[in-house]
DNA sequence: AATTTGCGAAACCGATCGGCTGCATTTATA
DNA sequence: TATAAATGCAGCCGATCGGTTTCGCAAATT
């Protein structure tokens, strides 16, 4: 299944899961510990989080070790790139309103 | 209902509309008219966006304005601050598994 | 005063979500 | 070789999602 990078991040416990291992790639086993859920849960998202390409794998015997793919996670910050140039430029936000009202009253 | 950013943005037709009104505010009909769906549909869309906080409302009569409040758009940005600085210092992704791996075994 | 326009709320629907339990498989250990 | 450990998958369930149609209401227009 073809997986949205928007849609992963938007669970809570995806973004946990995401902070976790940012630094060190973990097991599920290690992961799940961290939170209240099921493993199978976890194992749950770490699939959904494979699939948009934001984990990748690693087999090391019996254990498999997911780490984050950083690379991945730029696809946010380009889709924040078009407002951050907004939010850098704009003092006053009524100025926005007040210009579509008149304009559309023309 | 308390609503989520991340959640908010996690469909595309929110993320067209967050972008579209970007630049300048606009009522549901006239975005409405830049989708294939219902202008009820959209309607729900601006609600959702409007609870948590991306949305505000200016009435002007019978129509609505719905403006992009970009400030809360920063709350994204934040949350990808933790990666960016990994991702600005981070030369070799192998490095994580490895040592990970390494610290596991002791 | 009657009609049109702009909008949101409610009710419904199939699809998906996020959690669980149970099971199968592979690898390590006793 | 038998057992334990690590993991993923399938199936179930209630909740939520995103869409639609129908309706009601207030503001503008005729």
Redesign the interface.
Known sequence: MRR?V??A??D?TR?AI??LI?????TPNAIAEHFDSTRQSISKHLRILSECDLLSK?Q?GREI?Y?????K??D??K??D???K??ET?FN?LD??L???K?NKK
Request: charged residues 15%; glycine residues 0%; proline residues 2%.
């Open positions: 949205d928007f849609q991040i938007a809570p973004r995401i902070a940012a630094l060190q790639a973990m690693t090391q070790y780490q984050l793919q950083i690379e996670m730029k946010i910050d889709w924040l078009q407002f951050r907004i939010w704009r936000q926005n309103v210009s579509a009202i304009n």
